[in-house]
């Protein structure tokens, strides 16, 4: 059966609501908003659903990632802040639900400070885009798109 629309849920943790005023040298002065409304037109064109969710809590992002079982999600873009970092919980949350995803990062983690250079979920990622700046977000849609319509 072919589904009329696809749905792409896009993910953002701790501080990412802050893009745009937060160590702009580091992270651009984009806001979150201006993100999701280029993500917005990308997937409208792409004629694809697509859901936005941040939180700054490691739990209600773990609640989102679980609720795709139920509502349709099929793919996901993930940029979870220090979470990438820490969190074996959002790890765990997308291999229970098998939701592809692609991870973002606004900066290049690889050219910081060490702490930033292990991921929990890169390896279980399709992929990952690291140091474009709000352009990752793009290409991560254009991959998912790619991936949804291989899948349809
Ligand atoms: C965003 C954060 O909040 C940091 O904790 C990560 C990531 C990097 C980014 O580059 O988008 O280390």
Known sequence: MRRSMSQVLVLNGPNLNLLGR?????????????????LADQAATAGLGIDFFQSNHEGALVDRVQATFEDGTRAAIINPGALTHTSVALRDAFLAVSLPFVEVHLSNIHARESFR???????????????????????????VAARLATDA
């Open 117 to 143: 250079h292990h991921s929990y979920l890169s390896d279980v990622a399709m992929g990952t885009i690291v140091g474009l700046g709000p352009l990752g977000y793009s290409l991560a849609l254009t991959a």
């Open 22 to 38: 937060r160590e702009p040298g580091t992270y651009g002065a984009a806001t979150l908003a201006d993100v999701e409304a280029m």
